[in-house]
């Protein structure tokens, strides 16, 4: 199916909700967690192992993670070490939930990366506080007006996107996409996520689809002998080349 969502300059930009990783242990609070954040829009997805977290995070290009500390599998001590060790994950914002309220714990929370730090039990509201303060400030390219890849420039504000000075026009798909593609350069989407970040959860899709869109991303993208900086994966999918522009 097309998207047949209207093109408009004038339009909003349609912005993609955060999306949170909860990890708790504690079934009854983690569900009081998704309600509450779901109803305040978010995309919410929820793991109650340790273990399980890390390949959730590796797939799931979360916007902010709520962490347990006591965990079964790897502890979330430990997962927030890891995280910060890792390129990709090493700015993910990050809320530790624990039950130590004793002052050398917090400080080893704060220690290991953790952003912000919250003592069960602990009210509902003062989380979603901190969950959308922390976004505010923790992820600068999600309200960076411009993202900018060698000679290429999207501007959020005025929806234009440029190629080494000349306008470039794309539809509200291919907009999207490169927007979402730019965010993070080098990570690697399949067509499933693609379709879920860039289409949304409720698209029914064909994933060929995407294909159709990224052809015609590079064809408005590249004109002449001008570098792709959109990578096809084999068997996995695509990213925007995180080398595009540096060499
Ligand atoms: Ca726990």
Redesign the pocket.
Known sequence: MEDKRPLSLKEAPPTRPPRVLIV???QALGLLLTYNLESEGYVVERVERGDEAEVHIAEGAFDLVIL????PGVSGLEICRRLRARDDTRNLPIIMLTARGEEAERIRGLSVGADDYVVKPFSVPELMARVRSLLRRAKPERIAERLRAGDIDLDRETRRVRRAGRDIHLGPTEFRLLEFLLEKPGRVFSRAQLLDFVWGTAAEIDERTVDVHVGRLRKALVRGRERDPIRTVRGAGYSFDETFGRA
Do not use: R
């Open positions: 708790e242990d504690e347990d500390w006591m965990l």
